[in-house]
């Protein structure tokens, strides 16, 4: 026999009313077992990808955290680091000797 209503019962009826029909029709019978099947491999897995997302998220959150840090410490250091305009040399801002080179005493 080739029943076609499972899915019409499955959908719209009860379950007492899916259930009746299961114990008279073969054919829904192995559709409700593959269906009950599906659900516990659902069951099963769903801890894993909740893992697997908490996991990317706490990713996320490092990866920002980490590029703010790197963002901060970039303009910081470019405001506290003495820089010379285009027109000024190093003499006027660090000694030198006289031929220009810097002098490390």
Do not use: W
């Amino acid at each position: 026999m080739n029943c076609d209503k499972f899915e019409k019962l499955f959908i719209q009826e009860t379950q007492d009313e899916l259930l009746n029909h299961i114990k008279s029709c073969e054919t829904c019978l192995i559709e409700y077992k593959k269906m009950l099947k599906t659900e516990s491999l659902i069951k099963e897995v769903k801890p894993v990808f909740i893992s697997q997302k908490r996991t990317l998220s706490f990713a996320r959150i490092a990866a920002s955290f980490a590029l703010i840090a790197i963002s901060s410490f970039i303009v910081l250091n470019n405001l506290y680091v003495p820089k010379l305009s285009y027109e000024e040399t190093a003499s006027s801002s660090f000694p030198t000797d006289e031929y220009g080179l810097l002098d490390i005493q």
